[in-house]
Each structure stands twice: as C-alpha cells, then as structure tokens.
C-alpha cells in the first residue's frame, strides 16, 4: 500500500521505530488506515459498528434521556460520541463572548418559569389573569436572572448586552400575553413548574424484554378541573424565519425516532400522577390532552397574525392504538440498533449543525460509500427515516426533505455556523 512504503521509507519514521520497541502504535495505525481507505463493501469497527458491549448497553438503559434518545434519530454516530463516548464540544473562540440563542433560551426558561411560579404563590386563576401586571412581574422574576447570568458569563459590550435583555423582555412580554389568553378561553391553571420526572418503560428486544429507566424535566403543567384533564407544556426556543416539517409534526417526528420528549413525558406524568402525587395534583380519574410544543419563534408568523408563540400538540393517547404500535415498534428499532453496536454515519440536512462533524468522516468518500451500501447494518434505519403517518383525512404525512441519507443527499456546504437550537433540550 502506498501509506505503508511511504512511512517506512521516510527518515523520521526511523527514529520514531526505534524509540518505540515493543510499541504496536504504529502498525495499528496503519491497519487503521488501511480499513478507513478500503473498497469492501461491509462497515466494520471502525465505521462505528461496534458489536454489543455489555457494560456500555447496561449504563446506557439505565438513565435514557428522551434528548440524548433523539440523537440516534438524528445520527447513529451522533449517538455514539455523545452518549458512549460522552465527548462534549468544545466552544468555538469567536462566540465566546456572545449570548447566543441557546443562552437566551436559557434565560427565557428560567424567567418564564419565575414568572408562573409567583402567580401561583399569590393563588391566580379565572378572571385574576386579568389584573396581572405581565411587565411588573416580569421585571421582578429577571432581575436576579440577567444579574446572575452576567457575573457568570462574558456578555460582551454592555450596551449589546442591555439590548438583548430588552429585547428578550418585550419578546416575553407577547409570549404572557398570549399565554393568559390561552389559559382563560381554556380554564387552564398552571400547577406544576420544571417538575424532574421518571418513568420505566419495557422494550421488547430480540433478545428478551429490557426496561428503560428514562429521566427528564417536563417545563410547566396546567390543569382545567372542568374537564378534569391536564397538558404538559414545553417551551422550545427559535430563531429560524420558518418552522421545519418535523417541528410542526411531532407525531411524524416521534414515529421516526426523532422526538421522544412528547411520548416520554405522557409516560412519565402518568406515572408521577399514580406514585408520587404532589398535594395540588388533581385526584381521582384524569384525563390528558397532551404534550404541547410551545415555541417561541417570533419570526415563524410575523407575516400572518404577528403571534410569537407557535403551540403544536402531541396525542395524550399516543401510547394507544395504532399509533402506540408504531411508537413502541420504532422504539425497539431504535434500542435494537443501541444493544447491537449500531453507531454508523448517516449523512443528512443536519450535518451542517452537528457538533461532531469534523471527526465522523463525513466527507470521507470510502466511509460514506460504505454507510450507503451496506444494506444489512443500515436499511432499516433508514426505512425509519423515511417513516409515515397518516393525517386525520388519511392522506399520509410525509417530510422528504428534513432528513435526507446517505443514499439521496450530496455532502452538506461549508457555511457559517447557525446556532439555533433548543435552549435547554
């Protein structure tokens, strides 16, 4: 091979063997190179198919976090470096410095959980959403926020740094606004607030059933004692001038293993009702209407009726029916392909935005060659990102252009890096 005779005859490499005797280093490197480089047609180790790995299959359905579930939706490898691997990207030196959307989606979390926190104290409901003063309050619950986050963090020149809290004041001010109004025309109370949850979820697997202790955080419940039903509410922060397909259908996103917030968080707030109750949870039979995005992007409708906050539903009965067949069908895929060592690139629409797309061979011709022609490690996931749901009219609900694979899509631009995604999510 052309690396092989290369290597040896250089006069560094020389010296470099003889310092290193008894060391494979270099050999292995080699052999490396030669897998990566290679025409066969099968993945292999270092392709990210690693085989199962019992200790690493044990920590992992320990503690599974619908977000960190999301990423094998997204990318296997994705998957793989942040949840195996446990890597963590290192930030880049021209936006340290900046408040980026993922900060002042922090913020707007916080604030907003504050804000609902104290009116609940003070015992609001009914026709008391109408004497809130929104701008007082606010005030009062992001003071403490911006002083904190500013003795923590660089915020840049002062006088940016005064606009951006400005200007995430007025945008939180629409989004109250709008959200009293919902809470009125539909009875709602706010009851719980950024309320750590839990629930086991079984998994049947080839191999026998498994149970998945899954975790996580649910923003804000409201409950309506006239239905004697509640919703989950979570807040999810954009910058983007449109929302993508996958965003405004978390039924279809869930179907594909992209979004696991929605049917975790029915799970688990059914679970928390049963076994640890708070005292206001409501008692007795209850119903669920659901898990609700609430996304603040203001920029989504500004064209159409100027509202900041996009809300999109997920089905409280999701776990039922045919769709419940289809959510834990593509569940057992998708922990399938985590148990056997399933850790495969697959390139897509979201490559530009990834945090490990400079070590995953992305643009690497043989890697790539091999993710798309090796049909037996990876064609049913990619059957899973081409997943459809039906809409209530029976028309199926399809989204060709928000995943894209390995097989359809040409190697993603290099751009400037657009950081926008969920805050805390």
Excluded at 29 to 52: M, N
Excluded at 187 to 207: C, K
Excluded at 334 to 349: K, L, N, T, W, Y
Aim: glycine share 8%; charged share 25%.
């Amino acid at each position: 091979m052309v690396v092989d005779a290369g290597l040896a005859r250089r006069r560094v490499a020389l010296p470099l063997l003889r310092r290193l005797t008894g060391c494979d280093l270099l050999p292995k490197g080699l052999e490396t190179l030669r897998s990566l480089d290679s025409g066969r047609p099968a993945l292999g180790g270092y392709d990210g198919v690693i085989g199962h790995v019992p200790s690493v299959w044990q920590r992992l359905i320990q503690q599974v976090a619908p977000t960190g579930l999301r990423s094998y939706g997204i990318c296997p490898f994705q998957y793989f470096a942040r949840q195996v691997l446990r890597l963590r990207s290192i930030e880049e030196p021209e936006e340290i410095g900046e408040v980026g959307p993922v900060e002042v989606g922090t913020l707007a979390h916080a604030i907003l959980r504050d804000v609902h926190r104290a009116w609940h104290a003070e015992g609001i409901r009914g026709d008391g959403w109408r004497a809130v003063d929104i701008a007082a309050s606010l005030a009062r619950a992001a003071a403490p926020h911006f002083h904190d986050y500013a003795r923590t963090h660089p915020v840049g020149y002062p006088f940016l740094w005064e606009v951006t809290q400005a200007r995430l004041l007025d945008l939180l001010s629409r989004v109250l606004q709008e959200d009293l109004q919902d809470l009125q025309d539909g009875g709602w109370r706010p009851i719980l607030f950024e309320s750590p949850v839990q629930a086991d979820v079984p998994v049947a697997l080839p191999t026998g059933s498994e149970t998945l202790h899954c975790e996580g955080q649910i923003d804000r419940v409201d409950w309506a004692a006239a239905r004697k039903t509640y919703r989950i509410l979570d807040y999810k922060y954009k910058t983007s001038r449109t929302a993508k397909t996958l965003e405004k259908n978390l039924t279809l996103a869930a179907v594909r293993g992209r979004e696991w917030q929605p049917p975790f968080y029915l799970l688990m707030a059914e679970q928390m009702a049963q076994e640890a109750s708070p005292a206001d949870w409501p008692a007795g039979s209850v119903t669920s209407e659901g898990v609700w995005f609430q996304y603040l992007a203001p920029k989504w409708r500004e064209d159409e009726d100027g509202a900041v906050v996009t809300p999109v539903a997920f089905p409280g009965d999701a776990w039922t029916g045919s769709l419940g067949a289809r959510l834990r069908a593509t569940l057992a895929l998708v922990m399938e392909h985590i148990r056997s060592g399933r850790f495969f690139i697959a390139p897509g629409s979201d490559c530009e935005q990834c945090d490990y797309r400079t070590m995953c061979r992305l643009h690497h011709q043989p890697s790539r060659w091999r993710a798309r022609a090796d049909h037996t490690q990876v064609e049913t996931y990619r059957r899973l990102r081409h997943a459809e749901v039906d809409k209530p009219g029976g028309a199926p609900a399809t989204d060709r252009t928000s995943t894209g694979d390995a097989a359809s899509e040409t190697p993603p631009t290099r751009k400037r890096r657009i950081r926008d995604r969920d805050s805390l999510k």
